[in-house]
């Protein structure tokens, strides 16, 4: 009798260990929520969106985008780190995350323990944006307009982190000018503002930018890449404006809870490089002038070594600004 219990018990054991893969098998069962951790209406917004519909393609189950702003994206990363590492919560993020560790001494979360990596997405170049009724022609005038008015001057960002903040800091610190910065929860609120002539300037990435600049609803001064770029061709870049090595790109990634179970990481990464192979999704990146990153970027162990790496970059260029949010 006994002997018969153990069998089954052993065979049962037996069983559910090889039904362990099979989780990632059935995974998703349900749908997925990918946190944004800034306002609808953003550049992480848009590129999120994309990539939520692409992956939930590939895995057969709805992937719904969940905007939590805040912070400079500190408060939307936090929920991710603090949910079940069952892959049902997912988060995609941009260089903030590793800017945050430097400006946000009481974050709530370890960045490098508290998450899984999942891939890298795209790198997105930036635009300085300027209100329309800013009386200056282009950049080198928004420069020395900045240089002359200082405060007086208000700058928009994403909060204090975000990769509005962050090119704005080097702006300044480029040029030993502090001007007034003024946060939100992210860049879609900020348009109205800017083309009510409500806000000066604001640094924003290319990808929620273009249609703004295109349209002559708000101006574009200078993007932050090292070439003139196809989306906004009469746009000169900050270089050719007169502040040469001001180039910056705004990489994005997506994270999942610390401890999220392997085979569900490997089936996330590969809905991702399903997203980034779509010919839908790469023709729209193309067109927003932010491609998909190369395949061998899409890699989590890229990933994760990507962000350690910035977390040691950004904190002597932040620690110099002096600029901490708590
Ligand atoms: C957004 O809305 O996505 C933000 O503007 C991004 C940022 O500046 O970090």
Redesign the pocket.
Known sequence: MMMTILRRALLGAAVAIPAMPALAQNWPERPITMI?P??P??????VGRMIAEAMGRDLGQNVLVQNV?GA??TTGANRVAQAAPDGQTILLH???ISTAPTLYRRLPYDTLTAFETIGLVTATPMVWLARPGLPVQNFAEMVRFVRERGDAVNLA???LG?????CGTLFQASLGVRVTTVSY????P?YPELMADRLDIYC??TT?ATPFVTSGRVRGLAVTTAQPLPALPNVPTAGQAGMPGFEIA?WHGIYAPRGTPAPVVARLNQALRAALADPRVVTRMNDLGSPPEPVERQDPAVHRAHLAAEIERWRPILQAAGQFAD
Do not use: E, K, R, V
């Open positions: 944004i800034f306002a209406g953003g550049p992480t917004d848009l702003g400079g994206g941009n260089i903030g960002n994403a909060g975000s990769a509005s903040h962050l929860t992210g860049s879609g900020i924003d990435q929620s705004i």
